[in-house]
Nanobody, 127 residues
């Protein structure tokens, strides 16, 4: 089981990036997926989650309206579209997979819910 995140890089403030996370070794169809990030000197924090069905995505308040999580189960890939990026969005971004069908919205925001993690991709927002 492996998750590989990519798509990070250097972007100017106000710019956009789309991160991708490809799952291998398991069919992603029945897994809830999420994105977290960890900025330098800070704890890792929840950004967004999407259920296995693709319904009712969940977002941290500070990314609502700027970030969009989506998935393509046929490609075993989950995406994070990030718009209107700010310098404070600079962080390593991680994708994660949750194998439990019954995870609530509360649980989907919690790191221990997720059994599998990608290696992270660095996003730097700077002029």
């Amino acid at each position: 089981v492996q998750l590989q995140a990519f798509g990070g890089g250097l972007v100017q403030p106000g710019g956009s990036l789309r991160l991708s996370c490809v799952a291998s070794g398991f069919p992603m169809d029945y897994y809830n997926m999420a994105w977290f990030r960890q900025a330098p000197g800070k704890e890792r924090e929840f950004l967004a989650a999407i259920r296995w069905s693709g319904s009712s995505p969940i977002y941290a308040d500070f990314v609502k309206g700027r970030f969009t999580i989506s998935r393509d189960n046929a490609k075993n890939t989950v995406y994070l579209q990030m718009n209107s990026l700010k310098p404070e969005d600079t962080a390593v971004y991680y994708c994660a997979a949750d194998t439990s069908y019954g995870s609530t919205g509360y649980h989907l925001r919690q790191q221990p819910t997720y059994e599998y993690w990608g290696q992270g991709t660095l996003v730097t927002v700077s002029s």
